[in-house]
């Protein structure tokens, strides 16, 4: 079994600053595309940034250049760096990763997500 658990959330005013932190545990072998999405209420859940484990990174155009991704591979935990927020950025935000875990024997790449973390700002 595989977990992903977020860390960080919670309110802060337009132009505050957060950091959510996600870490993985269990049958873990390898940790691939580590990702943060965000599901604002009554929208669809978004891609908001991706780090793959050789370092490359994806942003959505709505936070490139105020939000950083990053990893610390041999914690299998990475992070999102959120910086000049905005009322926009509030939803839901959840962890997701591509995992090389074990299940009934053989070994096999998974996806997982972690249960969210809250993130509220207001104007």
């Known amino acids: 079994q595989v977990q992903l658990v977020e860390s960080g959330g919670g309110s802060v005013q337009t132009g505050g600053s957060l950091k959510l932190s996600c870490a993985a545990s269990?049958?873990?072998?390898?940790?691939?595309?580590m990702a943060w999405y965000r599901q604002a209420p009554g929208n669809q859940r978004e891609l908001v940034a991706r780090?793959?484990?050789?370092?490359?990174?994806y942003y959505a155009d709505s936070v490139t250049g105020r939000f950083t991704i990053s990893a610390d591979t041999a914690k299998n935990t990475w992070y999102l760096q959120m910086n000049s927020l905005k009322p926009d950025d509030t939803g839901v935000y959840y962890c997701?990763?591509?995992?090389?875990?074990?299940?009934?024997?053989?070994?096999?790449?998974?996806?997982?997500w972690g249960q969210g973390t809250q993130v509220t700002v207001s104007s």
């Open positions: 997701k990763a591509l995992v090389n875990t074990e299940v009934d024997n053989m070994r096999i790449w998974m996806y997982y």
């Open positions: 269990g049958s873990i072998f390898s940790i691939n595309r």
């Open positions: 780090i793959t484990r050789g370092g490359d990174t």
